[in-house]
């Protein structure tokens, strides 16, 4: 479940280079490590070990997926109406 949530994560970060957004792949990239992965990574080790060192990392990555689908959705939704105003 961990790596489908990172592919996620990894494909969400190209679609948003796709659409001319690096800036925001790399928020994006720099909050999952430092905000997400690194302290529920480290608080489950500490809570109950090498299990809860692998949970922390599974809860990151979801909660990082679900913000990177939504502001990739964003970022089409805004994409589409910047294409229906110059038609």
């Given at each position: 479940m961990g790596y489908g949530m990172q592919g996620i994560i990894i494909l969400s970060n190209s679609?948003?280079?796709?659409?001319?957004?690096?800036?925001?792949?790399?928020?994006?990239?720099?909050?999952?490590?430092?905000?997400?992965?690194v302290p529920c990574a480290y608080l489950?080790?500490?809570?109950?070990?090498?299990?809860?060192?692998?949970?922390?990392?599974?809860?990151?990555n979801t909660l990082v997926a679900m913000i990177s689908w939504a502001t990739v959705r964003r970022a089409l939704a805004a994409e589409e109406t910047s294409h229906a105003v110059k038609q």
């Open positions: 679609s948003l280079n796709a659409m001319h957004r690096p800036m925001t792949a790399l928020y994006l990239s720099i909050a999952r490590f430092f905000v997400f992965y489950g080790s500490r809570l109950y070990g090498v299990t809860g060192f692998f949970g922390g990392a599974v809860f990151a």
